[in-house]
């Protein structure tokens, strides 16, 4: 402890599935001496893939964390990562891991390129401001095409891709780089697996190539500062490496570009070379903004350097369960430092909680440290009550950070418990797993009384089904998977409504005249306007009509689904001075959404899901005909090294088991990728079988 922060790196890898970030980490512990085996994902033996699932799968499915060093220019440099999954069911990694991370590696496939889940996890980093580092993998593989992928980043994308390597060589003939800032090319030895290379002068089929990128470069660095332009006039090669090194930092720090470079992971080639371009173009904490935040005492914005020195700021961003330890919450602290045994407040919760270990994290092993400062990410037992996204700080200085916004789930599945004895174990086991995940949502069906999970997607709920299976002994029986619809109202509708009770004594009076409609497209939730004049309605009462319709919410009243969003307008009422109370007004702002929202023209909106199929040729029409027969809008075909992409997007309810539906139509040879995209309106046929298949009744 008590590093210069300047020697601190906070990275995260991340990209689409299978472009591979668990190899790419697998061999950077591996030349940090951190491992001295390399494990493979497909043999299940990768270090930060710990879960049994994650093993058997051959995919990351929890973000893991680990410390690892790396010198260079003697100086030895301490990057913290966190690895990634890139399934999209597992997104909510992602989000709150570029929530903490200073900078990033993005990882292309050098066949696949861009792909869907590449760009979802770009705009994640875009939300967050995350510098990030460009890293071109599997450039041994047939198909391999960095300038393709680096135009796709481009035009994609919409980042200034520049290259700062060219390969020599491209699938099994990929043998080393040239280096485009020292000019010099470099070639890894295969004895050595790829641990060493050797300098060799730059072959002469890239001479032209290699002139001309790195004019670019130098140019672009110039036309940076107005000293070094000069200097680049009089002069074109007079612009130092260590000048260049510095320009391309600060314009990657500035989220202006993203340095290029690439490798094979998988072959340990351009590992060595990545690290150091971690250490010279991802910031510290110090060349990150001080992080804001507001004082919960007086609602004013405070700010926090990264400094020891500062009052301790710090940001829960998962919470795991631990079969050994219990409770372990993963946090960055962003300012101060903070030592085991000692107590901080949540700012969240406004509650004191002791921190009784700390632990600096290396995939699913702890090791034990007595503290911790600002610009590190660690994790802490003790905690009783908190949930991701908390704000811990120092008692005397409270500040509440800005929190994380999570996707809401789009499929849900009934459970039930195999025996009654069960039944105890298994709320329990879904309590702690809906703690770990934001994304994962236990509710209880009000006119079934049927427990419903709701996730990300089928695979989401498959491993927490089987995670409650393995990890907490619980057997339970499953439903089908169903879709999480949401509802909406189309029509702006004028409503009174006179809740009168009167039960001998103090009865109950509430009337109120609302206009109800469709929120703005930028708001989620109850915008809730008051435009009462003249006391009509005493202000206290004011808070409990917009709590009502706040609940009300949750149910519509077509099939009992939630809104996404609606307007509320309080425009008049009046009030009893004995018998009206906030419960009154509460309970007249319920009846009167269930009233209006019958003339309000309500409509049922299903998930609609963005879906990328890469077919070869011979498969296209069958592939596009399943996509047309199930409600799919197809938005464009194109070519990626001699197969199909069919981009289309595509009802949730039609996509159930549609992995093995692809298969058996393309014998086996084609891959599918879907993600969320938007809600829409259900067509009328259909949302009539919804509500028919749920009420027994046509609407």
């Known amino acids: 402890m008590g590093r210069d922060l300047k020697y601190t790196r906070n990275i995260g890898i991340m990209a689409h599935i299978d472009a591979g970030k668990t190899t790419t980490t ?3 512990l591996f030349y940090t001496d951190v491992i001295h085996r390399l494990g493979e994902t497909h043999d299940g033996a990768a270090t930060m893939d710990w879960m049994v699932q994650e093993q058997e799968r051959g995919i990351t499915i929890t973000s893991a964390a680990t410390t690892t060093f790396w010198d260079y220019q003697d100086k030895s440099y301490k990057v913290n990562i966190i690895d990634t999954p890139g399934h999209v069911d597992f997104t909510v990694e992602v989000e709150r891991s570029l929530r903490v991370l200073d900078g990033a590696i993005a990882l292309f496939c050098a066949v696949g390129g861009v792909e869907p889940q590449s760009e979802t996890v770009w705009r994640q980093a875009d939300k967050y401001k995350v510098p990030r580092i460009s890293f071109i993998n599997k450039m041994d593989r047939a198909g391999a095409d960095f300038f393709g992928v680096v135009d796709k980043i481009r035009e994609r994308l919409g980042m200034n891709a520049v290259p700062l390597q060219i390969p020599i060589g491209y699938e099994e003939d990929f043998k080393g780089i040239v280096d485009l800032i020292t000019n010099k090319a470099y070639v890894w030895e295969d004895q050595t697996q790829g641990a060493s290379f050797v300098e060799v002068p730059v072959p002469e089929d890239l001479v032209e190539t290699v002139a001309t990128y790195r004019t670019v470069l130098v140019e672009g660095c110039a036309e940076e500062s107005e000293e070094l332009l000069e200097k680049f006039i009089d002069d074109p090669g007079s612009i130092s490496e260590e000048e260049m090194i510095a320009i391309i930092r600060k314009a990657t720090i500035d989220l202006r570009i993203t340095p290029v470079l690439c490798g094979s992971a998988f072959k340990n080639k351009g590992i060595q070379a990545l690290l150091d371009a971690v250490v010279k173009f991802l910031p510290s904490p110090m060349d990150v903004e001080s992080i804001e935040g507001t004082n919960p005492k007086n609602d004013k914005t405070e700010t926090r350097k990264a400094d020891a020195k500062e009052p301790f700021a710090a940001l829960a961003f998962k919470i795991a369960t631990d079969p050994y ?5 993963f946090f960055r602290v962003y300012s101060g430092s903070l030592q085991a045994g000692s107590y901080v407040l949540n700012a969240s919760t406004n509650k004191k909680e002791r921190i009784s270990r700390i632990l600096q994290m290396h995939a699913n092993k702890q090791n034990p440290i007595d503290r911790i400062e600002a610009g590190d990410i660690g994790a802490a037992v003790g905690f009783k009550n908190i949930q991701t996204g908390d704000s811990l700080c120092d008692e ?7 929190s994380m916004s999570f996707p809401e789930p789009v499929i849900s599945v009934a459970v039930e418990p195999k025996t009654q004895a069960d039944l105890d174990k298994l709320n329990a086991a879904l309590t ?21 999970i709701n996730g ?4 989401h709920l498959e491993i927490l089904l089987d995670r409650l299976e393995r990890e907490f002994k619980v057997e339970a029986n499953q439903g089908a998977p169903q879709v999480a619809y949401k509802e909406a109202i189309t029509t702006n509708v004028k409503h009174r409504e006179l809740y009168k009770k009167q039960t001998g004594g103090k009865g109950k009076f509430a009337d109120i005249i609302v206009e109800i409609g469709p929120a703005e497209e930028t708001v989620k939730g109850l915008q809730f306007v008051d435009s009462v004049k003249g006391g ?4 206290e009462f004011i808070p409990s009509v917009e709590k009502g ?11 009992g689904y939630p809104l996404e969003s609606l307007k509320v307008t309080l425009l008049d009422g009046s009030y009893h001075n004995v018998d009206s109370d906030a419960l009154s007004f509460e309970l007249a702002a319920k009846m009167a959404f269930r009233n209006a929202c019958k003339k309000a023209r309500s409509v049922l909106l299903e998930p609609i899901m963005k879906l990328e199929v890469v077919t070869p040729e011979e498969y296209l029409g069958d592939v596009v005909g399943d996509i047309n027969r199930r409600r799919g809008h197809l938005n464009g075909i194109s070519t990626r090294v001699n197969l199909q992409v069919v981009d289309a997007q595509v009802p949730l309810s039609e996509m159930f088991g549609y992995v093995t539906a692809l298969r058996t139509l393309t ?8 993600e969320f995209s938007h809600f829409q309106e259900t067509p009328k046929d259909i949302a009539d079988e919804v509500i028919e298949k749920l009420y027994g009744v046509k609407y």
């Open 26 to 28: 697998e061999r950077i």
């Open 325 to 329: 330890v219990g409770r372990l919450c």
């Open 396 to 402: 005397k200085h409270p500040i509440l950070l800005e």
């Open 432 to 452: 702690k797993l809906a703690e770990e995940d934001p994304t994962f949502v236990v509710k209880t069906d009000p006119d079934s009384g049927q427990t419903l």
């Open 456 to 459: 990300m997607g089928e695979l």
């Open 536 to 539: 009509n309605i005493p202000r």
């Open 549 to 559: 319709f706040r609940m009300a919410m949750q149910n519509g009243v077509l099939a």
């Open 667 to 674: 014998s086996g040879r084609a891959l599918s990728t879907m």
